[in-house]
């Protein structure tokens, strides 16, 4: 594991909340990628090497800066289940129109793609509505090309059932 990259830490919506294994399991995956003192990058991201359990609820988003938007490049089969739509390939905000009436929704992304800091988030899922899973635990990582400049953020999402005495 690089040191260096652990010592950094991540922004956390919600401290005293303990992390979920499987989003400190890619947290671990992630730093242990991170070149010294650097970022890693999409071509350090090898699926075959991380832990098969998390591949399902991996997205990966591409980082425009100017307009700041981002775009679906890659979506894990439990993303998909839980959107009841693949949004591979679409604009985020035309995948979720009713995030571009929300601006806040994205300065959690942009400070990922700013800062090259990952955030980790516990509650109720923003981009999508399902019956199922309306909570949720996600943890945006940056991923930048050049190891300095985000251009690809990678979200682990976790995804909670509603015991059906709480389904609403």
């Given amino acids: 594991m690089n040191p260096a990259r652990r010592e950094l830490g991540f922004e956390d919506m919600n401290p005293g909340v303990p992390l979920d ?25 090898d699926p075959a ?4 359990r998390l591949l399902p609820s991996i997205w990966l988003l591409d980082v425009q800066r100017e307009p700041f938007r981002l775009r679906y490049r ?3 089969t439990a993303i998909v289940e839980a959107m009841r739509a693949d949004p591979t390939g679409k604009w985020l905000d ?13 300065e959690r992304y942009a400070r990922v793609a700013l800062l090259g800091v990952p955030s980790r988030r516990r509650g109720i899922a923003q981009l999508w509505i399902h019956a199922d899973y309306r909570e949720i635990e996600n943890l945006i990582l ?3 090309s050049d190891g300095t400049h985000v251009d690809i953020v990678m979200v682990s999402t976790k995804l909670f059932r509603y015991a059906p005495e709480r389904r609403a």
Avoid: N, S, T
């Fill in 21 to 45: 294994p499987d989003i400190a399991a890619i947290y671990d995956f992630w730093c242990e990628l991170a070149p010294d003192r650097l970022l890693p990058g999409r071509q350090h991201v």
């Fill in 49 to 52: 090497k991380m832990p098969a």
């Fill in 74 to 76: 890659l979506v894990g």
């Fill in 94 to 106: 035309e995948a979720h129109p009713h995030v571009r009436q929300r601006p806040e929704f994205f």
């Fill in 142 to 144: 940056p991923l930048a």
